[in-house]
């Protein structure tokens, strides 16, 4: 992500109740950035490289196969977007009815 200073002094950071690593945290945060009345740009062509041996363990390390790390994903998403949002989350923010799973 790329955040222009006017924009982390509008918003501020990402909420730390999205635990790591902050699956939903951009979704939130996009959904906040949007209700200050602020520009908001998304590139699907965007690539981040992590620097080798910054960061710890690969994410298949972590969470096995990348079934499993959608799966565990998709529900530590939805818990977090429930913790803050409350159940009812999918009415408050503007996502495809399908985003998250059921």
């Not at 939130?28 to 490289?49: C, F, K, N, P, T």
């Not at 949002?85 to 408050?92: D, F, G, K």
């Amino acid at each position: 992500m790329l955040i222009p200073r006017k924009t982390l002094q509008a918003v501020g950071f990402l909420d730390p109740i999205f635990r790591a690593p902050g699956w939903a945290a951009d979704v939130d945060y996009s959904h906040r950035v949007q209700g200050e009345g602020l520009e908001l740009y998304v590139s699907h062509r965007a690539m981040l490289w992590h620097h080798a041996g910054c960061g710890g363990l690969s994410a298949t390390e972590i969470y096995g196969d990348r079934r499993k790390r959608v799966a565990r994903g998709l529900r530590q998403a939805k818990e977090d977007l429930e913790t803050k949002y409350s159940p009812s989350w999918r009415e408050v923010l503007p996502m495809p009815s399908n985003a998250y799973g059921r």
